[in-house]
């Protein structure tokens, strides 16, 4: 991911190869901006995007790349902290996303029975609850959803440069095609478990 963000890009919103491209030079303070922190294989960054839907996790499955400002850019091989105006991230460089409000349409929420899971993610060890229809197998469902889960109740630890952090969050959205491994754990478990046999 470190490799692809210059100083600034041209940015277009969308996956439509055909799309006019805009730059992004100015952030109107809207409701519309949201905060954006996402790990990545080599990084964490965080910055600022425009919400194109209803809720963050809509937009992630929505579109292939995404636009963010402002951003931070923490590094795991040591290097100095980036800082860039404007970049596009592809989805496939993102492990997971922090969700925060809106929350979306109170009408299109849905009750869910929640799993506890435990996910290893490359250099990230993830805790939480997915949420599945009643009466399903959250974790056998997961293959059949889009490619962008929220996760809730959400412990994520992780080491940077020799130090051990852990973050929790309320909500996170992971990528499904970057999980290693997961595995139904009791939310009380001590430890992150060994990968399943």
């Not at 919103?13 to 109107?28: I, K, S």
């Not at 839907?53 to 937009?59: A, I, K, N, P």
């Not at 990528?175 to 595995?183: C, K």
Request: aromatic share 6%; net charge negative; glycine share 8%.
């Amino acid at each position: 991911m470190i490799d692809r963000i210059p100083g600034r890009l041209r940015v277009a919103f969308t996956h439509d190869v055909m799309a006019p491209t805009v730059e992004m030079t100015m952030v109107p303070e809207t409701p519309d901006i949201v905060a954006f922190v996402a790990y990545g294989a080599d990084c964490v960054l965080s910055g600022r995007t425009v919400l194109d839907g209803d809720r963050l996790s809509d937009m992630l499955n929505d579109h292939d790349e995404y636009a963010l400002i402002g951003v931070t850019v923490e590094r795991f091989d040591g290097g100095p902290p980036l800082a860039v105006d404007d970049v596009v991230v592809s989805r496939d460089e993102i492990w997971m996303v922090h969700a925060g409000p809106p929350r979306g349409a109170i009408g299109r929420r849905t009750r869910t029975a929640p799993q506890h899971v435990a996910i290893k993610m490359g250099p990230y060890q993830v805790r939480g609850f997915i949420h599945s229809l009643p009466g399903s197998d959250a974790l056998a469902s997961i293959g059949r959803r889009k490619p962008m889960i929220p996760v809730t109740d959400v412990r994520i630890a992780y080491t940077m440069l020799g130090e051990e952090r852990e973050v929790q969050a309320q909500t996170v959205i992971i990528n499904r095609d970057q999980i290693e491994w997961l595995t139904a754990v009791e939310p009380g478990h001590p430890g992150f478990p060994p990968e399943p046999a």
